[in-house]
């Protein structure tokens, strides 16, 4: 182990160059990140000169270095499963880790008698899964449409009686003994076959279902299996890319903005877009490889992924790569960068989901260039003050993320200092207690804050972050003129109403009132409950 006191005590010599694992860890013995390497030496060395070049979340981790250690292996691929192991373990802060990774869904049926069709995030022995699917619409729709083509049960349990499913002609009541097992089971075989994606032989089958009906005079139910068909046709038409293909891929694309690496993930299986993902992650060292073994420890391999970029050094560093995820797999991964055909449509598709993430983050860099601010304002946070006269007067504050409203991260204050209506005294208060408890605990604080009025409201709010020693942005957007101000500054700045940055700006400033006029009105009612009472 090598022990560092400042950064400009680094020395190298002690490292080997052999391949290995090498592990960073701060004062109290803490793994801040963990990272493998052909030659240790060269790789941990490379951290530590030219700092200036690299990117912002590797130097807040270099300067957090104070021991180094590593473990020799005999290649590059038992470095890749030795990180893998290492980084599952100790779960290091600077390494990239999808904590909010959705676990994906599957449709699942039971291995019972008569089996059942459910929804499922734990697939077991007990079971047979179909998926995963990222997108929640089309699992439900597809276990909708396979319940009512085959009559599937979907109880917990067989009940005494027929269901309410029964009656609506989606069941076809195992229950009650209304269908044989050796019928029921012919149902489930079909019915795994379609979700297996074997559209060819579900619609053929449903073809001679049709005719049959239509043969006996049954028209109603000859005219539900046409509509069956139809809506079928449409699914496939919507979700199908490549029909001849028959092995499952993901598609995955990154983009460089700033100091963020965005990425689109599109989950195909047997030919079947079945979904996408949206992450965004912050820029360091070999980002996009360190993404994929990240999304890999917690989703399943497919047999492909496909690249928009290539993210190997060169054609062995790929081959260790496809060794280290074939590993994990139990069967062939292949690592793909298309030069033409369906793959290379597929990787533009997934392009253009970025440039469409893109565009819509552009009303943050407008905010950010407009108004001259040090960062691009991602974390957005808006007050409001709602009374009526001398009664409960209260403020609400909105938390926008991405431009996105934040649910979890609203508040209600109930103002305890303020007794007459007096909005400047309400944003003082407002303020001063929202970021004193913010410092004392810790926690992030916003990139842009919002008030919702003009000069003196923006004054009072500037007063209460001066109090804390915090130089926070702070505007204020005033609605009779829909006109910005700033702190110290006399006059209003006047943007395009209808700009991107102003539609977003007056969009939180409006969920703000609603969210304090909703917070007065209940306590209204409640005063009203009580007096009654």
Known sequence: MLLIEKISDFKSGDIPTSTGVYLYK??????????????????VKSYFSSQHLLPIKTRRLVAQIRQIDWII??????????????IKQYQPKYNIVLKDAKTFAYIALSKDLFPRIFSTRKPTAKMDVFGAYTNGRLRFELQKMVMQIFKLRDC?????????????????????????QIDYALQVERAKSLLSGDLKDTLQF?????????EEQKFEQALEIRNQIIRIEKLVQKQIVDTQNTKNQDVIAFRKQDETLKIVQFYVKKGVLSGKQ????????????????????????????????????????KENLEAFFTNLRG???????????????????????????????????????????????????????????????????????????????????????????????????????????????????????????????VSAAFEALNALNLTLPLIGLAKKQE??????????????????MMLLLRRIRDATHDFSIRYNRKKRQIKLRNEFL
């Open 206 to 214: 449903l073809n001679i279902e049709m005719q049959k009906a239509a």
């Open 331 to 457: 069967a062939n991964v292949s690592l793909i960068f298309p030069q033409r055909g369906n793959k290379l449509a597929l990787v533009q598709l997934a392009e253009k989901n970025i440039e469409a993430n893109l565009e819509e983050n552009s009303a943050l860099l407008d905010l950010q260039i407009a108004l001259k601010l040090p960062t691009l304002p991602r974390v957005i946070e808006c007050f409001d003050i709602s009374n009526l006269g001398n009664e409960h007067i209260v403020s609400g504050m909105t938390q926008f993320v991405e431009m996105k409203a934040n649910k979890k991260g609203f508040r209600h204050f109930e103002l305890k200092t303020v007794v007459h209506a007096d909005d400047f005294s309400s944003i003082k208060e407002a303020v001063t207690r929202r970021y004193s408890r913010l410092l004392k605990e810790e926690k992030a604080l916003p990139d842009l804050i919002l008030i919702d009025g003009g000069a003196g409201q």
């Open 156 to 180: 917990k349990t067989l009940p005494q009686k027929a269901c309410l499913n029964f009656y609506i002609n989606r069941c076809s009541a195992p229950c009650i003994q209304n269908i044989s």
């Open 483 to 500: 006109e910005i101000y700033l702190p110290q500054t006399a006059a209003p700045h006047q943007f395009p109403k209808n700009s991107r």
């Open 26 to 43: 701060n004062t109290t013995g803490d793994v801040l990140y963990c990272g493998k390497a052909k030659n240790l030496r060269a790789r």
């Open 73 to 86: 292996v005999d290649n590059e691929i038992e470095a890749l499963l030795l990180e893998n192991r290492l």
């Open 278 to 317: 949206d992450f965004k992650i912050e820029i360091q060292e070999n980002a996009e490889q360190e993404f994929l073994k990240a999304f890999y420890r917690q989703n399943p391999l497919p047999h492909e992924i496909i690249l928009n970029n290539v993210i190997w050094q060169d054609e062995n560093e």
